[in-house]
Structure formats: C-alpha cells, structure tokens
C-alpha cells in the first residue's frame, strides 16, 4: 500500500515536469500545444458494408492529414494534434455498440465520429448518448436516428425524406410542367422512407400522383408494375430502392414504351455501374445525391470544392472522383473541427452545444442542425446522365454546372 | 384488357427464363437424384461468361450461346467427376452441403473475378419491339422464350432419340440395372451434369440481357428451378416448360392484378398455388407416376 502510493507520487511528478516541459515549449513558439485529441470511429472496416465504410474512412483520414498539417486543431489557442482511433465493427450494430463503449472508456475519446449505416449509427448514438460524448455521424440518413430526442448525435447528410425531394422542386420548375407521377419503392423501410416523404411532397406542390406500388427488395422482375404504371401514362416515373431495381425499371421501361416525361431514381443513376448496365439507355435519368463533385458551394474554411477534389486525388493516388461517401465524410470532421473552435475547448459538453448552435458553409454545403440533430438546412442536389455519358449536377440553380435535358425523347426517337 | 394481355405476355416471357433455368436443374435431380444448389450460380458463371464476350469482343449475346454452353458443359462435367461423384450415393443431406459449398465457391471466385459491381448485357437493339394493339413484345424476351422453348425442344429428342441419352434415361430409371447392362455410369453421371450445367448457360446468358448481375444473384433462381420442378412435375422435359410458364404467369399476375395488396404478396400467392398443387397432385402437374 505504502510503495504504492509512493509510486504514484512519483509517476505524478513525472507527470507533471513533462506537462510544464511541454508548456514551456508551446508558449515559445506563439500558439500552445495542447494533448492529443481523440476522437474514437467505430467503422465498417470488413462486412457487408466493407466498400461504403473504406469510403467513408478516405474522408476522414483526408481531413485528419490536413489538419494535423496545420499543427492540429485549434481550442482557443491551444493546438490539438488529432488521433483518428478506428475500430473495426464488422458493419454490425451490436458490435459497433461495444466498440464504441471501449473507445469511450478504455481509450477515452472525447469526441465520436459515426460508423457507416443507419443501423450502426443507431446503435452508437445510444451509447454517445449515455456517456455524453457527441459523435458527428455522415453515413445513416435515417429519421429513426433523430427521433429519440438523443442530444449528443449530430447527422451532416440531408435526411431520408429529401432524397427525392430535390427532383420534385426541380419538376415544378420545368417547362412543360410534368403533373402526374407514378411512385415505385422497395419495401425495406428506407426506400419506404423516402417513398412516403416523396409522395407527400409531390401532392402538396400539385402534382397528381396516378400509380404507387411497392415490391420486395432486390427485386429483378418489375415488369408487371412498369406495364401497370404504363397504363397510368405517368410525366413522372420516381423509384425509391436500390441499384439492381432502377435498372430493371429501366430495362422494363423501355421494353414497354412507357414514356415519360422524366425519370428519376433514389440509389442508383449516380454510381458507374448504372452508366456501365444501361449505356446510352441510362441517358435522360435523374437521381438525388447528397453531394456531387461539380457543386459550386462557397466555404468559409477548408478547401473549395475543386481543390477538395484534386487533394482527394492526389492522396489516393486515383483519377477517379471522390464519392459522396467520401465527402459527408469529411463534412463530419469539418463540423467537429468547427465546433471545437468555435467552443475554444475540447471538453465533450462544451462542443456539445457549439455543434447544437453551428451554422457554416463548407465544400459539402451549409451544415446546421435543427432541434433534433439533423441538417435538414442542405438541400439534396439533383444529377442527371446527360447526351454526353456523363454526370451532371442540374439542380438546385446556384450550383448546377448544367441545364436538365427535359423532356426526355421518346424511346424510339434516341 | 390490354393491360391484362400485356400482363399475360410478359408472364410467359418471364416463364421462359424460369424455364431455361429449370430445365438442367430439373434433369440433375431426375438422373442423379441430385437437388443441386449450385445451379444459380452455373446460371451466374454463364451470365458472366456472355457479359464477358459481350464486352471484350462484342459479341452478340445470342450468338454466344453456344460458346457458353460449350463452357459450362466442361465445368459441369468436371465438377461432377471430381467432386460431385463423391458423394453420389450418400444421403441427401451430404449432396445439399456439398452442393452448397460449391455454390459458395462460385459466388467468390466471381467476386474475385469480376468484384461486386452490377453488370448487363445492353445490345444496340435492347429494348426494341413489337407493339400489337398496344400490347408491347420486345424481342430480346420473346427471342429468351424462343431460346428457352427450343433448348426444352432439344433437351427432349436428346433424350428420347440419341444413344447416350437413352442411357441417361436408363440411369434416372434404375442405376444398377442400367449399370448391369454395360453402361459406363460415371461417364453418364458426368456427361448429364454436364448437360444440365450447359443448360444453365443458356439460362444466364437470357438472364444476362434482361437484369443486372452480380455474383449472387444466381440464388433466387436455384428456389426458381426448384419450385418449377416441383409445380411441373419430375422426370419430363414438357412438365418443366408448363411448370415455368405457368410460374411466370402466376407470379406476374399475382404481381400485378391484386390492387392494394402490393407485389410483396406475389411470392406468398405463387407459393399458395405450388402447395395447392402438391395437395392435389404430389408428382407435379405433369409428374409421371413413380
């Protein structure tokens, strides 16, 4: 007991020679350094979401390059270098919880950046909450996460409900106006999410909507509802599901002829593999997208958008476009890094209620969070396959880099 | 009525592919008394294989049949020689775990192959067709059915007229008594495994056309085949074509024609007529008597 005491005595000591050592050192050099900051990840390294969670630790590690390039970051004039501590869960809920617990207690982060999936975003926004650690997430876009009344969770990315609400407000602004849609939707409770919430939104701004079914998930076989929906001679056809069902949608459209004026799919149009399947048929399509590398926000800090891109091309050594995972991603951090200074503390409370209070513009557009954690106050952006095979962001105007190709010609006329 | 000759049409197109699908399945479990869970992904191996020709060489998917059966016929006849042989006269159990595994060895060598990226065989004239009286027909689906109809055609005077499937029928008779009078039985094992992997091929090059593909998304058509078989009946080639063309037309109007109900219940409506039938008549539709 007595040498264990004495021990400590010593050890703090120690402790605290290296502190004032370290002190002394910072204040030489005009801005102080401070301890490390750690910020625990709980992420889909392996499993089903192995591909989306190395997306999103690409975006978090840009930024964890950049910052500590500027000597950390600042807390009211103590510089912080930042340690990303990941760990593996497997991309399943229960063990993302655990994880996150250990990372909390064992290896003590004050901070959370959130794992990938609305599933495991649930089950650690539980956890951050218990112990009162604020974790900003970027990859669950579930409303189910935001309505616990949690308040230490903090979502970057526009929620479920808009994913199809930017293809909507664009329709209203299209000349000839569409004004009947048909609504297609898998029946997983996302894509019925995001469904519902479309539908609403098309009636109360005047549209008609004539045909809504849904179908099992994974479906490959939509024939039969693309004949229904033919029959309702839809301007609009919106799919709310996944990548394998908007392109039989498509397949089926044109085997049909159903011909719409517009077609816009949830998931789907803005990965390769769309283009790559269709070809020229995935011309014409629309879909929503959290973000797109042609968007012409104005950032108050970090990088603009064209240097975002070439930073994130030259780390990984790849010509090819970050991702939107990539870029909520990087968001996350931006509003932890935001946060904390505008805090000027590191202290899991103190950066609590700065998060609750941000309002900043970034390369990924403005985060703010309302009442329940979610930035709500970033529109979706709208893309389209445009005549050129490519990519183009349409909608909303002030940051489009091209004009939508409305209506879309008949089949037999492309 | 249109909308319901239309729904009607693409029904019996899509039972095409069911029964292309069908059709190798069905004869591995009339010959070797086989269910073999694997089909789905030889299905796959075919739908990657036509993907392949298509986008390296561009060769026209239906051209590439041939050359994909071809293929499949070797992987066929050699997986069954190697392994599947192994366990030829074990119980069922052991045949289901190992046919199982070799499907989990499809499915991740695809993925090594060719990674999880959706792709599709899109041709220039995809999507082009008939219109009759506002009835669509695209002729990619009706040349499928065509494809699917003529393989059944073959499948059947090969097996009713030449010499060597005489003995694949002696074999699905009665394997000692076949074995008795002279024939080679592992070599007819091999050569009806392969035959029904060959099948397969044809299958995923139709299916290749008409959705995208992954390496897993051969498993719903292994369930597709298996209740095909069961509605049709065991041991004839004519009983799987009415099986999947019945099949497609249920699930389609299933699908499509109950409102409100959504096509969630397709599966659950579809599946209520098999066990009818079975209740009915256990051998199938068109199931010889055993």
Redesign the interface.
């Known amino acids: 007991m007595r040498a264990r005491s004495v021990l400590s005595a010593l050890v703090s000591l120690f402790a605290l020679t290296v502190v004032a050592c370290g002190g002394s050192a910072g204040s030489s050099g005009g801005s102080q350094t401070g301890q490390d900051l750690v910020i625990g990840v709980p992420m889909s390294i392996t499993g089903v979401q192995a591909k989306e969670g190395g997306l999103a630790k690409q975006g978090y590690d840009l930024w964890l390059d950049w910052i500590n390039a500027q000597g950390g970051v600042n807390a009211n004039g103590t510089k912080h270098k930042v340690v990303l501590k990941y760990e593996d869960d497997q991309s399943k809920p229960d063990i993302s919880a655990q994880l996150t617990t250990k990372l909390i207690t064992q290896d003590k982060a004050q901070l959370l950046l959130g794992p990938y999936g609305s599933a495991t975003t649930a089950s650690d926004a539980v956890v951050a909450e218990k112990n009162g650690i604020p974790m900003v997430e970027a990859n669950g876009a579930a409303q189910a996460i935001f309505n616990n009344g949690y308040k230490y969770t903090f979502g970057v990315l526009s929620p479920a409900n808009k994913y199809l609400e930017g293809v909507i407000d664009m329709a209203a602004t299209l000349n000839p106006k569409p004004s009947t849609m048909a609504m297609l939707s898998a029946d997983d409770s996302f894509s019925l999410e995001v469904a519902k919430a479309a539908q609403e939104y098309a009636t109360s701004k005047g549209f008609n909507v004539v045909y809504t079914d849904r179908y099992p998930n994974g479906s490959t076989n939509l024939s039969g509802l693309v004949a229904n929906a033919k029959a309702k001679n839809p301007d609009m056809v919106l799919n709310s599901g996944h990548l394998a069902e908007a392109v039989a949608i498509n397949k089926a459209a044109k085997d049909l002829r159903l011909e719409a004026k517009l077609y816009a799919y949830s998931v789907g149009p803005s990965t390769p593999d769309f283009v790559n399947s269709l070809g020229p048929d995935s011309h014409y399509v629309y879909g929503g997208s959290q973000w797109t590398p042609q968007v012409k926000y104005k950032p108050s800090f970090y990088l603009s958008v064209p240097d975002y891109v070439a930073a994130y091309k030259k780390k990984y050594a790849t010509s090819d476009d970050p991702d939107y995972h990539v870029a909520e991603s990087t968001a996350a951090c931006l509003a932890l890094q935001k946060a904390i200074e505008n805090a000027g503390s590191v202290k899991p409370d103190k950066v609590r209620d700065a998060l609750a209070s941000l309002d900043v513009i970034t390369f990924f557009g403005r985060i703010k969070f309302d009442s329940r954690g979610i930035n709500t106050y970033k529109p979706m952006v709208v893309e389209q396959i445009q005549t050129d095979g490519k990519h183009h962001t349409v909608f909303p105007p002030d940051v489009a880099d091209a004009k939508p190709q409305y209506p879309t010609p008949a089949w037999s006329s492309r | 009525m249109?909308?319901l000759v239309?729904?009607l049409v693409?029904?019996l197109?899509?039972g095409g592919v069911y029964v292309a699908v069908a059709i190798g399945f069905s004869l591995v479990w009339g010959v070797l008394n086989i269910v073999n869970l694997a089909h789905g992904g030889l299905v796959i191996i075919g739908a990657y294989l036509t993907w392949l020709l298509f986008s390296a060489f561009n060769v026209d998917p239906f051209l590439s049949i041939p050359i994909v059966a071809a293929a499949l016929f070797v992987i066929g006849y050699v997986v069954q020689r190697l392994l599947i042989n192994r366990v030829i006269r074990a119980p069922i159990f052991f045949t289901l775990l190992l046919t199982f595994g070799v499907n989990l060895v499809i499915i991740n060598v695809l993925l090594l192959l060719f990674k999880?990226?959706?792709?599709?065989v899109?041709p220039s004239y995809?999507?082009s067709?008939l219109?009759l009286g506002g009835v669509?027909l695209?002729y990619?689906?009706v040349a499928g059915l065509a494809v699917a109809l003529l393989l059944a055609g073959a499948v059947a005077l090969f097996l009713a007229r030449s010499r060597i499937g005489g003995a694949i029928q002696a074999v699905g008779a009665d394997r000692d008594a076949a074995q008795l009078v002279g024939v080679d039985l592992r070599h007819v094992y091999a050569l009806t495994f392969g035959i029904g992997a060959a099948c397969a091929g044809v299958a995923g090059g139709l299916i290749s056309t008409?959705?995208?593909i992954?390496p897993s998304?051969g498993e719903?058509y292994t369930l597709q085949a298996f209740v095909v078989v069961i509605l049709g009946g065991l041991g004839r080639v004519s009983a799987t074509v009415v099986g999947g063309l019945l099949f497609g037309v249920v699930?389609?109007?299933a699908?499509?024609m109950v409102p409100g109900l959504?096509?969630?219940w397709?599966?659950a409506i579809a599946f209520a007529i098999l066990v009818v039938v079975l209740a009915v008549r256990p051998r199938g539709l068109m199931g010889r008597p055993v």
């Open positions: 249109t909308l239309q729904q693409l029904g197109l899509i999880s990226d959706f792709r599709s899109t995809s999507g067709g219109s669509q695209p990619i689906r008409a959705q995208a992954t998304a719903p699930e389609t109007l699908q499509t959504g096509a969630g397709a599966n």
